[in-house]
């Protein structure tokens, strides 16, 4: 494989919304995306008041790439072998001898290898994305409530989770104005949500000039969709992209087949015809990548294509992006943001400082002091020694599935379309494909060896 990538060589571009071109001002949406959990649990399902209140502290437990054993109620970060590094008893963070005890040194069991995709079954669950993470905090309470309050060992709440996603979330959910989220964000989107830079603007219409497809595949509803893209990059957004996919149900829509996944035609936002294939450019709901193939074969009169997608979920979006369809994947990683020296360097615009008062979470792309970095972290035990320090599983997956990782689409608009990346692959070292650089803790651990 060659050791660069270029913007220049592909035909299609294609762009996750939530958290890659939409950027949301994480310290607002985080409480807010809790909150919208919490009330319901509260209130519709008999949980204790006391998960209503959370302090600024209190979202140092959320870190990315931590998973739940949902029977147990341990969260636990995983090392690129699958062992055990951190656990937590909800917030309860392990001591070094439980876990040695617990974990043994072994792999987890649930540990999924190397291989496929990062399951979320009824026994696990792991967090990856920003809208994800307060959910985390959010159960990690609710098994401290539950441990304290009924004294139980096992747990079964999750069901009450999912059904607080479908209260918030379902498909009606924008139109009818249910839960808390929605409502919210309608009433003041700027609280939430980061305009577009004019030079992100300025960058996709400059890869339209340049004969790219330009495609949007998210899994928000179309409503919510048109809401988020009228704020961030304005009302002429439709103009910019040839094909507008929502309610995509990623990671399916790149893992199923098509007869399993149609496309289907909107009107006013509501699904009306499935699709038998997919004949011309447009905005759709649900679909698979094969059918979206094909159309761009049609399109820029290629017999392989070649797409680039860009996204921030390692479940949703570049897993299954780079398995399943084999297409060139932009990971949006702003814990490059915040890796260094344990803090954030994203700077509010100076519209927003002072504007909202009050105790504020945690930015969550900054380091945590509970679970440690993101990248790599200390095996219990060999502190201190020579072979300590190794490389988190999310790490791994970065270096695995992505061709380059980037803080944001902002770090590249302004670099010409030809520039040549450096990968990630296994002839390039582990850091190669980070732009604009490795976050620190990477760049000073080299030649960290990798099992």
Known sequence: ???HFSLA????????LDHTLCRYNLPESAPLIYNSFAQFLVKEKGYDKELLTVTPEDWDFCCKGLALDLEEGN??????????????HGTRM???EALAHQYG???WKHFPGDVGPAGRSGKYYFYDNYFDL?????????VDSLTKNNGQKTFDFWKDIVAGIQHNYKMSAFKENCGIYFPEIKRDPGRYLHTCPESVKKWLRRLKHAGKVLLLITSSHSDYCRLLCEHVLGNDFTDLFDIVITNALKPGFFSHLPSQRPFWTLENDEEQEALPSLEKPGWY???NAVHLYELLKKMTGRNEPKVVYFGDSMHSDIFPARHYSNWETVLILEELRGDRDGKSEESEPLEKKGKYEGPKAKPLNTLSKKWGSFFIDSVPGLENTE????????CKRISTYSTIAIPSIEAIAELPLDYKFSRFSSSNSKTAGYYPKPPLILSNNETLKTK
């Open 1 to 3: 494989m060659a050791q």
């Open 9 to 16: 060589a592909c035909d299609a571009v294609g762009f996750d």
């Open 75 to 88: 969260f636990i970060k995983l090392a690129d072998n699958g062992t055990v590094l951190r656990a937590s």
């Open 94 to 96: 392990t001591t070094p």
């Open 105 to 107: 040194g072994k792999p």
């Open 134 to 142: 307060p959910g985390a905090l959010l159960c990690a309470r609710v």
């Open 285 to 287: 709901s649900q679909g």
């Open 387 to 394: 072979d300590s320090l190794v490389h988190t599983w999310s």
